[in-house]
């Protein structure tokens, strides 16, 4: 069956601007977290859903970054007013159900370029 | 608060050697502990997991085993392939219902053949 699906796979904008990054998580997979991976802070968590209940999103880094999920199934990660410390891969990972024993299925990231 | 320390990178290695990549952690409760691969240019796939102490997890002929009293996983391969060159994460998610998993940075294998 298909994985977890992002667009844009790559993604160059200047500072300032605002970006939508989309994740489609595994179909049936009620858990999705987004991650960022950047030089020399490694993988960061950003925002986890769980079905339709509230996200934990404590890992946001600012106001500027906001995170939807439609319908339980497709998540939208909104970065409002760019800034070049936003260079990074954003990662995005679903899994069946939340809990411990649950590997996480990774997509293959939207590589997002600040001018 | 939870952490994942590795090995700083890049390892090197010649096809056949055997590798070691070394994880430490730090948790407040007791942790689900998880290898990550990334392969070039692809995204991340969990290579093996072990869920409690003395667990060992397994997959591709690597191997570890959570080790609570030194609150290690190191990563253990007998003999490395080119095919194995990647980067490597280790990574643990806590007990508290839901599995946000914390990363150490990665450590890169580079197998010459």
């Known amino acids: 069956g298909a994985g977890v699906s992002q667009s844009p796979s790559n993604k160059v904008t200047e500072k300032g601007k605002d970006v939508e990054l989309r994740c489609d998580p595994i179909?049936?997979?009620?858990?999705l977290y987004w991650y960022r991976q950047s030089l020399g802070q490694g993988l960061e968590f950003l925002i986890y859903f769980q079905g339709n209940s509230a996200p934990d999103k404590s890992g946001l880094p600012s106001d500027r970054f906001s995170a939807e999920r439609t319908g339980g199934s497709v998540s939208t990660l909104t970065i409002q007013r760019t800034q070049q410390e936003d260079s990074a891969v954003y990662l995005c990972?679903?899994?069946?159900?939340?809990?411990?024993?649950?590997?996480?299925?990774f997509g293959d990231g939207t590589r997002l370029s600040i001018l | 608060g939870d952490s994942v320390t590795q090995m700083e990178g890049p390892v090197t290695l010649s096809e056949e050697a055997f590798l070691t990549i070394n994880c430490t952690y730090t948790a407040t409760g007791y942790p689900s502990l998880f290898w990550y691969v990334q392969y070039p240019g692809e995204g991340l796939q969990l290579l093996l997991k072990a869920t409690k102490a003395d667990d060992k997890g397994s997959n591709k002929g690597f191997e570890a085993t959570y080790r609570k009293e030194t609150t290690s996983f190191h990563l253990e391969k007998g003999s490395v392939q080119v095919s194995d060159s990647a980067v490597y994460f280790c990574?643990?998610?806590?007990?508290?219902?839901?599995?946000?998993?914390?990363f150490g940075k990665g450590t890169m294998l580079l197998v010459s053949p």
């Open positions: 990574a643990l998610s806590e007990t508290r219902g839901y599995s946000t998993l914390t």
């Open positions: 179909s049936g997979h009620t858990a």
């Open positions: 990972a679903s899994s069946p159900q939340a809990g411990d024993n649950q590997p996480q299925h």
